[in-house]
T-cell receptor, first 112, second 112 residues
Framework: NAGVMQNPRHLVRRRGQEARLRCSPM?????VYWYRQLPEEGLKFMVY????????ESGMPKERFSAEFPKEGPSILRIQQVVRGDSAAYFC??????????FGPGTRLTVL | GNSVTQMEGPVTLSEEAFLTINCTYT??????LFWYVQYPGEGLQLLLK?????DKGSNKGFEATYRKETTSFHLEKGSVQVSDSAVYFC???????????FGKGTRLSVIA
């Protein structure tokens, strides 16, 4: 059983461009969480999704950020018009039924 | 919501030294408590957990006891190895079961 997959592992964008981060949960997992880790800090919760539904987006900025978890395919975290402050590691986690979370390797976003 | 305060590092120890990383929490009720480990360039891995008061979680020689009297969940290891060098995060659910709130992390470096 493959673990949580994230791609790309590294993403470089210029200010104003869009960033799309993908997360494929573990097989059988229907709950996905996105976290952001700024340098030398802990992870901060952004958004919690189930298939086709956003359950909790209280940690996600209201502007420029959006997330989806369609019926088919990976979960996508989308950042529009990126700024330097968006540079961080973005981690996805999945769980089978709202319990123990398994983390992916992360996507490291660098905004030039 | 719940919160966690974690001893800040960095911590540098010689091989075979005793390790303690302090973690205290503020929570409604008695949520599950977790320690995660992040090796360089990787995502988070669950190290151990405890689901109720007085439980002791253990894995790979690490231990932590859920103490409700002191609202603590300190991580300990009797004899660290160079391979234990990583960042350690204490975590608990924000509310209910998930998502998680993390401490800022403690970087451990073990030297031979």
């Amino acid at each position: 059983n493959a673990g949580v997959m994230q791609n790309p592992r590294h993403l470089v964008r210029r200010r104003g461009q869009e960033a799309r981060l993908r997360c494929s949960p573990m097989k059988g997992h229907s709950h996905v969480y996105w976290y952001r880790q700024l340098p030398e800090e802990g992870l901060k919760f952004m958004v919690y999704l189930q298939k086709e539904n956003i359950i909790d987006e209280s940690g996600m900025p209201k502007e420029r950020f959006s997330a989806e978890f369609p019926k088919e395919g990976p979960s996508i975290l989308r950042i529009q018009q990126v700024v330097r402050g968006d540079s961080a590691a973005y981690f996805c986690a999945s769980s089978p039924q709202n319990n123990e979370q398994f983390f992916g390797p992360g996507t490291r976003l660098t905004v030039l | 919501g719940n919160s966690v305060t974690q001893m800040e590092g960095p911590v540098t120890l010689s091989e075979e030294a005793f390790l303690t990383i302090n973690c205290t929490y503020t929570a409604t009720g008695y949520p599950s408590l977790f320690w995660y480990v992040q090796y360089p360039g990787e995502g988070l891995q669950l190290l151990l957990k405890a689901t109720k008061a007085d439980d002791k979680g253990s894995n790979k020689g690490f231990e932590a006891t859920y103490r409700k009297e002191t609202t603590s969940f300190h991580l300990e290891k009797g004899s660290v190895q160079v391979s234990d060098s990583a960042v350690y995060f204490c975590a608990l659910p924000l509310s209910g079961n998930t998502p998680l709130v993390f401490g800022k992390g403690t970087r451990l470096s073990v030297i031979a």
